[in-house]
């Protein structure tokens, strides 16, 4: 089954009881036994949710792993995984990611004894020469957020590999349209399920992707133990987002590659950060690991002023204001202030998240009114 089947039909089936074509909500809390520990596959809605269950299955399909797991937000999904460790464990980790994930690292786990090595993975050797044998995961995310760095997923493979360690891959930007690492060797992938899995910026939800049975199991338990999952209607919305991935991510695409040719060319910006230009530094491996570009790009305006930055911003009328990304509507952002404001301005500033950086997230809107919207807020500066 190709892709775009799958993002239809993969691992989805027509309700048993009543033919419905979409699994129905199953607003309930618990259910009925027959007998103590006799039931029909489902005893507490914390547990397993059929409406819940059907998404996970279709996680699963697109990412071509054997075991989705859903949660109430990405950063719920990146919790079960740091559950999997001990104090002393270390975690090497991308330098350039979304600010809630590097405070979530910093200021939840590493007082739990969790040690944690932010690296510039654009260099894989730069991995080798962190791993310890205390190394029990690298994290990585491609494309970054907000810099736009692309990482060789199979050469962090070899590496993990070669050391016995464990390899996640945060697939929000990329999508399994763009990419799968599961296929390339990677062993969990997370998906802020907000963003383009949802598509429609009206839930919040997180997904977790293994092919393994013994690792799923122990996800699967710490996602019950904690129980930060995510209810039948957030469900359901992303199982129908699902079903529109493919067309949405093209148009996603098509649109970034014209907004990013345009800003490159514009005599008021400086440097504009996208993986389809052939300067970018790792250009040849996203043509290798992606099928496309995605609709995620940063740029500078010329002067490097926060001043301009937030001029542009506040003038912008068809890309929002806001944070997130990843639906039909193009949204703006600021990350110094924004979504990358946990994060110490030495340490942002280290990865090129200056004061002056803007992040787009482009949309499925019309192009020409998008790039029309680009050049009225760039008459401000």
Same mark, same amino acid.
């Given at each position: 089954m190709q892709f775009n089947t799958k993002t239809i039909h993969g691992n989805q089936h027509h309700d048993a009881s009543t033919g419905a074509v979409m699994p129905p909500i199953y607003q309930t809390s618990t259910y009925?036994?027959?007998?103590?520990?006799?039931?029909?596959?489902?005893?507490y809605s914390r547990t397993g949710n059929p409406t819940r269950h059907a998404l996970e299955e279709a996680f699963a399909s697109l990412e071509n792993g054997n075991y989705g797991l859903a949660f109430g937000s990405g950063l719920a999904a990146i919790d079960a995984i740091l559950k999997l460790f001990v104090p002393g464990d270390e975690i090497i980790a991308t330098n350039d990611l979304y600010g809630g994930t590097y405070r979530l690292f910093t200021k939840v786990y590493e007082k739990f004894g969790l040690v944690f090595k932010f690296v510039d993975m654009q260099n894989t050797?730069?991995?080798?020469?962190?791993?310890?044998?205390?190394?029990?995961?690298?994290?990585?995310?491609?494309?970054?957020n907000p810099m736009m760095n692309i990482i060789d997923i199979e050469a962090v493979i070899q590496i993990a590999r070669q050391n016995k360690v464990l390899l996640a891959v945060d697939n929000t930007f990329a999508t399994p349209y763009l990419q799968l690492p599961l296929d390339m060797g990677a062993d969990i992938v997370m998906h802020s399920a907000t963003k383009y899995l949802g598509g429609h910026s009206d839930v919040v939800m997180g997904a977790l992707v293994v092919k393994d049975k013994e690792l799923a199991d122990k996800l699967y338990f710490l996602q019950n133990a904690s129980g %930060?999952?995510?209810?039948?209607?957030?469900?359901? #919305?992303?199982?129908?987002?699902?079903?529109?991935?493919? *067309?949405?991510?093209?148009?996603?695409?098509?649109?970034?590659?014209?907004?990013?040719v345009y800003l490159k060319n514009h005599p008021k910006i400086d440097?504009?950060?996208?993986?389809?230009?052939?300067?970018?530094?790792?250009?040849?491996?996203?043509?290798?690991?992606m099928k496309d570009f995605g609709g995620m790009m940063s740029f500078t305006v010329k002067g490097n002023h926060?001043?301009? %930055?937030?001029?542009?911003?506040?003038?912008?009328? #068809?890309?929002?204001?806001?944070?997130?990304?990843?639906? *039909?509507?193009?949204?703006c952002g600021h990350p110094a202030t924004m979504t990358h404001a946990s994060i110490p301005k030495e340490e942002r500033e280290k990865t090129g998240v200056t004061d002056s950086l803007i992040r787009l997230s482009v949309g499925i809107e019309d192009v020409g009114d998008l790039i029309e919207d680009l050049r009225l807020a760039l008459l401000h500066v």
């Open positions: 009925a036994q027959t007998s103590p520990g006799v039931h029909k596959g489902y005893e050797e730069n991995i080798s020469a962190q791993v310890t044998s205390n190394t029990k995961l690298i994290w990585v995310e491609t494309p970054t %930060a999952v995510c209810g039948p209607m957030d469900s359901f #919305l992303v199982l129908r987002g699902l079903k529109t991935l493919h *067309v949405r991510m093209q148009r996603h695409c098509e649109n970034g590659a014209q907004v990013a440097k504009v950060y996208w993986p389809g230009f052939e300067n970018h530094p790792n250009h040849e491996i996203a043509r290798r690991q926060k001043a301009d %930055a937030i001029t542009v911003v506040e003038n912008l009328k #068809l890309f929002t204001l806001a944070e997130s990304l990843g639906g *039909v509507e193009s949204l």
